[in-house]
C-alpha cells in the first residue's frame, strides 16, 4: 500500500532555483522522512520531521510538515546539478511496527 | 567503513530459475529490510527481519522466500513463483537517526535482476 505521494512525479529547473515537492499520506504518523536516490543506486536518508515538528532545516534543505492537512514539503534551495536525483518520501505510520511506506517520488532535474 | 553489501549488482535469470540475492550488513542493526523498485515507481516491502531467526511478510512476499541466521545476513530467494520478478532489489537496515533517536533505513546499492 503507498502511504505517501509526492507531487509533482517530475520538476526541471536551472541551476541556483528553488525546488519544492510535496507529499500527501493518509494516516496517523510517528515521524515522515524525505530520501534521495540517484539513478540506479541505492536511497540516502536526508531528514525526518517528527509529528510534533512543523518545520526543520538541513543544510540547504527545509522540511515542512502539516499533520492537519496530512502532508509535507522538501525545500532545496539554491539548486546544484549535483542536485538531480529522485526524491521519496517516507512515512512511519503509528503502529507500524518500523515499516516505512514509501512514495513513488519526485524526479528532479537541475540544468546547468 | 560500515555499511550495506548487496551482491551481485546485476543478474540475469531464465524463466523457471530460483535466484538468491546476498545483503550483508556490518553495521551491528537488528532489523533488516528487502524492498522491491520498479521503473518510476516507490519501494515495496517484500520482507523484514526484527531479530534473528524472526522475520515477516511485507506488502508483496508472495513468490519471495527469506532467512535470518545471522544477524548480519538476510538473503533474498526470488522463486519461480515469483510471475514477474525483473526488477531492482534494496536491502536496507535500521539506525538510529542522532538528531531525533527515530529510526532511519540504510540502504546497500541495489541488485538489479533481469528475467530473460
Known amino acids: 500500500s503507498q502511504q505517501g505521494e509526492e507531487d509533482p512525479q517530475a520538476l526541471s529547473i536551472q541551476e541556483g532555483e528553488n525546488a519544492t515537492m510535496n507529499c500527501s499520506y493518509k494516516?496517523?504518523?510517528?515521524?515522515l522522512q524525505w530520501y534521495r536516490q540517484n539513478s540506479g543506486r541505492g536511497l540516502v536518508h536526508l531528514i525526518l520531521?517528527?509529528?510534533?515538528?512543523r518545520e526543520k532545516h538541513s543544510g540547504r534543505l527545509r522540511v515542512t510538515l502539516d499533520t492537519s492537512k496530512k502532508s509535507s514539503s522538501l525545500l532545496i534551495t539554491a539548486s546544484r546539478a549535483a542536485d538531480t536525483a529522485s526524491y521519496f518520501c517516507?512515512?512511519?505510520?503509528?503502529?507500524?511496527?518500523?515499516?516505512?511506506?514509501f512514495g513513488k517520488g519526485t524526479l528532479l532535474t537541475v540544468n546547468p | 567503513d560500515g555499511g550495506i553489501t548487496q551482491s551481485p549488482k546485476y543478474l540475469f535469470r531464465k524463466e523457471g530459475q530460483n535466484v538468491t540475492l546476498s545483503c550483508e550488513q556490518n553495521?551491528?542493526?537488528?532489523?533488516m529490510y528487502w524492498y522491491r523498485q520498479d521503473p518510476g515507481q516507490g519501494l515495496r516491502l517484500i520482507y523484514y527481519?526484527?531479530?534473528?531467526?524472526?522475520?515477516q511478510k511485507g506488502d508483496i512476499a508472495e513468490g519471495y522466500s527469506v532467512s535470518r541466521e545471522k544477524k548480519e545476513s538476510f538473503p533474498l530467494t526470488v522463486t519461480s513463483a515469483q510471475k514477474n520478478p525483473t526488477a531492482f532489489y534494496l536491502c536496507?537496515?535500521?539506525?538510529?537517526?542522532?538528531?531525533?533517536?527515530?529510526?532511519?533505513?540504510?540502504f546497500g546499492a541495489g541488485s538489479r535482476l533481469t528475467v530473460l
Open positions: 536496507a537496515s535500521i539506525r538510529g537517526d542522532g538528531s531525533s533517536g527515530a529510526n532511519v533505513l540504510t
Open positions: 520531521i517528527r509529528s510534533n515538528e
Open positions: 517516507a512515512t512511519d505510520a503509528k503502529g507500524s511496527n518500523y515499516k516505512l511506506t
Open positions: 527481519s526484527q531479530i534473528v531467526n524472526d522475520f
Open positions: 553495521l551491528n542493526h537488528d532489523a
Open positions: 494516516t496517523s504518523i510517528n515521524n
